[in-house]
């Protein structure tokens, strides 16, 4: 009878142990989201530990993966929080897509967790191959996640050290993702510092090797960041250019609303005509020049722009003489009793001509477009009957009032080494974005942040144009020079910062990255393969 009951006493223990256990993972991720966008508490970024922490301690593969997904759930459900504001801007048909949004959406993100805990656990063994191991492979599972269908690399490890600019420097050599590997290495460290199987002597060196090499990437990146001519240098901008950014902060409620575009519309063309050098003034430079690009944020006229000449008129009234207004308008076409929806870009002349337009590549699924969209029976967010069609893209189009630029939509911005066309060089990234879409909380200062990570990567600087905000100025070193913050109706003019030359990343891609995983893979398993060898070689 005492044996029964000892033993049933331990077992009582040992679930309260696991459920104990499952909690800490679930809010160690959540808890580690906090180093994003727009906190920045950089040190909670150490709670990557909590990962290898949960996958040594786990007994078995499944458990393993379990837990990995705990806490990676816990992570993308904290940081991706706002989504659901996209559903109540109309409750009344998309509300019922919340818990898809805040459960659904991170329950799926986390499987990538999943699989990296579950292959770290099956082929590294504890300590310091583990440490490695489980940082390559989650780093690849990352890497697959911006990459399968249709790819979604919003908050990467990397996304938590945006705050640390010299550290960010080194994207342009491995990109975000070999910026992810690095960020796991280093926030995991502490985890191998508690490993008991590690002799310490293996601790102290590992450690060591690890600081050694981040003192030299910091050091590097400030040392980079000092030979980047700022806006104020004599280098530091395009000579005779200045554009104007218009945040029209109009409410996605009324963006629609036919009794209001007209409204929407005299506000843009009225803050386009007002000239606002304050801005200029406030870094210290002096312009004599008139803005010679006039831009607008994605889809700012809700109007169909198919036969509009009247309202093209209108908008080349706002247009820079010699200059261009660019802006987002929906366009439809038809071909064989067949429609096709465009997001598309509009370059315009001060004659009223369309020089060029962009479609947006990148679609949304669920908001632009619905996947599968004749077998599921879902109404799509944005208010439309038709899916979009994406467009062919990066593409380089060229200006008359300024450099060759490449164009992003909204969340084109948030894909590493999409943003540019490798046979085209442009001298400057334009993303044009809503983010109306996202609430006035973290949303808009993530997808700011995600996107300063591209003009380093690219060395290529940006203009950011959001509805809401936040518009910004970013530098080829991802210095934001000027910014408007969330929720502000304001125009700003400014000068273009100058381009850098073609860093590593744009020429190798991820080719680093890969490098780096192969190596530390190779480092862990050196015994295995050792093994493996004696045994066919016998």
Not at 207 to 234: E, F, N
Not at 397 to 411: E, G, H
Not at 457 to 463: F, G, H, N, T, V
Request: include cysteine; hydrophobic fraction near 45%; charge should be positive.
């Amino acid at each position: 009878m005492r044996l029964n009951i000892h033993i049933a006493h331990r077992n009582n223990t040992r679930k309260r142990y696991r459920w104990t256990v499952e909690v800490i993972a679930l809010f160690s991720g959540a808890i580690t989201s906090l180093s994003l966008a727009p906190l920045h508490l950089i040190p909670l970024s150490f709670g990557h530990a909590a990962i290898l922490v949960l996958v040594a301690e786990a007994t078995s593969v499944r458990l393993a993966a379990w837990r990995a997904w705990l806490w990676a759930f816990g992570y993308q459900a904290s940081g991706l929080h706002w989504i659901s504001n996209a559903m109540l801007i109309n409750a009344k048909d998309d509300a019922w897509l919340i818990p898809f949004a805040n459960i659904g959406l991170p329950g799926i993100l986390a499987l990538y967790a999943a699989i990296a805990g579950a292959l770290a656990k099956l082929f590294f063994s504890n300590g310091w191959k583990l440490w490695i191991g489980l940082s390559a492979i989650y780093s690849s599972a990352e890497w697959l996640r911006g990459h399968a269908l249709t790819g979604f690399p919003w908050n990467l490890p990397s996304a938590t050290i945006d705050g640390w600019l010299p550290l960010l420097q080194s994207a342009s050599v491995i990109g975000s993702y070999g910026l992810s590997l690095l960020v796991l290495l280093v926030t995991m460290l502490p985890a191998l510092w508690m490993d008991r199987t590690t002799a310490t002597q293996q601790k102290i060196l590992t450690a060591s090797i690890t600081c050694l090499l981040l003192i030299l990437i910091i050091g590097w990146g400030i040392l980079r960041i000092a030979t980047i001519p700022k806006l104020t240098d004599p280098k530091g901008a395009v000579p005779g250019v200045v554009i104007k950014i218009v945040q029209g902060n109009v409410p996605q409620r009324d963006k629609w609303n036919p009794l209001l575009k007209p409204e929407h519309i005299k506000r843009y063309l009225r803050m386009s005509k007002r000239r606002r050098t304050d801005n200029i003034r406030a870094l210290g430079l002096t312009c004599d020049y008139m803005p010679t690009v006039v831009v607008w944020p994605e889809t700012a006229v809700a109007y169909l722009m198919n036969d509009t000449s009247n309202l093209m008129r209108e908008l080349s009234l706002s247009t820079p003489h010699k200059g261009n207004l660019i802006f987002g308008a929906p366009y439809i076409t038809k071909k064989a009793n067949k429609y096709k929806l465009y997001n598309r870009i509009f370059a315009l002349d001060s004659q009223a001509n369309v020089v060029w337009t962009f479609d947006k590549t990148h679609l949304v699924p669920f908001g632009e477009y619905i996947p599968l969209s004749r077998k599921l029976a879902i109404n799509r967010i944005v208010q439309n009957k038709l899916d979009f069609t994406p467009g062919i893209g990066p593409l380089t189009m060229n200006l008359r009032s300024a450099p060759p630029v490449s164009l992003l939509v909204c969340y084109e911005a948030i894909f590493p080494g999409e943003t540019v066309d490798p046979k085209h060089r442009p001298s400057w990234l334009l993303n044009l974005t809503n983010d109306a879409w996202f609430g006035c909380w973290s949303g808009p200062y993530q997808h700011l942040a995600i996107s300063r990570l591209r003009t380093i990567e690219q060395r290529l600087p940006m203009i950011r144009v959001a509805n809401t905000g936040v518009s910004a100025v970013i530098d080829a070193a991802g210095r934001i020079v000027t910014s408007i913050s969330v929720g502000i109706t304001a125009s700003i003019d400014t000068p273009l910062p100058a381009a850098l030359p073609k860093p590593m990343f744009s020429k190798t891609g991820d080719i680093p990255f890969f490098i780096m995983v192969l190596s530390l893979l190779l480092i862990g398993n050196y015994q295995r393969f050792r093994t493996s060898r004696r045994r066919f070689i016998s």
